[in-house]
T-cell receptor, first 117, second 114 residues
Framework: DGGITQSPKYLFRKEGQNVTLSCEQN?????MYWYRQDPGQGLRLIYY???????QKGDIAEGYSVSREKKESFPLTVTSAQKNPTAFYLC????????????????FGQGTRLTVV | AQSVTQLDSQVPVFEEAPVELRCNYS??????LFWYVQYPNQGLQLLLK??????LVKGINGFEAEFNKSQTSFHLRKPSVHISDTAEYFC????????????FGTGTQLKVEL
């Protein structure tokens, strides 16, 4: 089955530690995204990548880092510089679109709930 | 820059009643519009999308939405809701020619009561 997989589902981190969230997709999508979800704030874009070895900051990139060494993988590292990391993190992917296309849907993983203890 | 506004953070409704969830967007160029649904502790699932053509779009689970360019709106409707429709609903936009950057609204929690 094609899809997008996030792991782990739940993650606990001690203050001052870095932690990496995994996101893998087998949909052959070029574009991948990381969103952070907090109650009442909807989804906010952290980082996105349109193609392998390239990524751009989203609206709230501070305290986060990413890499895109492979098309199917887009891991997110939450660093100790992120002051309030407790949140629900969602990864998504979509076809890259340089011209009008019907396939502009984004597919989402099931999310990772990160808690700082 | 594009933005999405969902005016209602919560919408309570009785089962079998109609419902409308409101969404307005702001963009200086043409857009693609989406509605997603999220059940507790789950990812997002696409309900429907407007890319071009007919302004009335039908989606899964009996939902539909109408694109109104003059009012920059894309309200979601269902004529008769069910308990299982209780979830959070997100409106989202992509600007044409702006790459694949998807911008979301803050979400509307739909609570269906007996």
């Amino acid at each position: 089955d094609g899809g997008i997989t996030q792991s782990p589902k739940y993650l606990f981190r001690k203050e001052g530690q870095n932690v990496t969230l995994s996101c893998e997709q087998n949909l052959n999508h070029d574009a991948m995204y990381w969103y952070r979800q907090d109650p009442g704030q909807g989804l906010r874009l952290i980082y996105y990548s349109q193609i392998v070895n390239d990524f751009q900051k989203g609206d709230i990139a501070e305290g986060y880092s990413v890499s895109r060494e492979k098309k199917e993988s887009f891991p997110l590292t939450v660093t100790s510089a992120q002051k309030n990391p407790t949140a629900f993190y969602l990864c998504a992917s979509s076809l890259r679109r340089d011209s009008l296309s019907m396939n502009t849907e984004a597919f989402f993983g099931q999310g990772t709930r990160l808690t700082v203890v | 820059a594009q933005s999405v506004t969902q005016l209602d953070s919560q919408v309570p409704v009785f089962e079998e009643a109609p419902v409308e969830l409101r969404c307005n967007y702001s963009s200086s160029v043409s857009v693609y519009l989406f509605w997603y649904v999220q059940y507790p502790n789950q990812g997002l699932q696409l309900l429907l999308k407007y890319l071009s053509g007919s302004t009335l779009v039908k989606g899964i689970n009996g939902f539909e939405a109408e694109f109104n360019k003059s009012q920059t709106s894309f309200h979601l409707r269902k004529p008769s809701v069910h308990i299982s429709d209780t979830a959070e609903y997100f409106c989202a936009v992509i600007t044409k020619g702006g790459g694949n950057k998807l911008t979301f609204g803050t979400g509307t929690q739909l609570k269906v009561e007996l």
